[in-house]
């Protein structure tokens, strides 16, 4: 046949510490099947903060469950079509998810669409060209196995 099998698609976790406070990663452990880097040139960081001196720096309960409403409402955004989902760190105060788009302003404007509805968050958000995929990368070969 000659073709080799892709890898699947797998999500993987790891602990670590930041400041003294436990983190959680949440991670591609390998960029997506039909998924050309060259497509995706930008990295979004879509960070939501929140107070750290509660629950050792982790969200508190409501604001968990507010943030998986995000998360579902945007699932879009990140299967490949629009973008790409690579990476959620939560700790030390913050939830962080890492995207990689095509377009920064269409993902956006995408995003607004997608939350219409939804009470107003408090997303911050930045892009920059990261063409090679390099902070994804540089996470995931910072992360051991057994983290």
Not at 2 to 24: C, L
Not at 129 to 144: A, G, I, Y
Request: proline content about 9%; hydrophobic content about 35%.
């Amino acid at each position: 046949m000659g073709t080799s099998t892709p890898p699947p698609d797998i999500w993987a976790t790891a602990t670590g510490q930041e400041a003294a406070r436990p983190t959680i990663y949440r991670y591609r452990k390998n960029r997506p099947n039909a998924v050309g880097v060259a497509d995706f040139p930008f990295a979004l960081r879509v960070a939501w903060p929140y107070d750290a001196s509660v629950r050792n720096g982790m969200p508190p309960s409501e604001q968990n469950e507010a943030q998986v409403r995000l998360e579902d409402a945007i699932d879009c955004l990140g299967n490949g079509e629009h973008g790409c989902l690579m990476l959620v760190f939560t700790g030390n105060g913050r939830k962080e998810w890492l995207y990689y788009a095509r377009d920064p302003q269409q993902w956006m404007a995408i995003l607004s669409t997608c939350l219409a509805g939804h009470p107003a968050y408090p997303l911050e958000i930045e892009h920059w060209p990261d063409r090679e995929w390099d902070t994804w990368q540089d996470f995931t070969e910072s992360v051991t196995d057994g983290s």
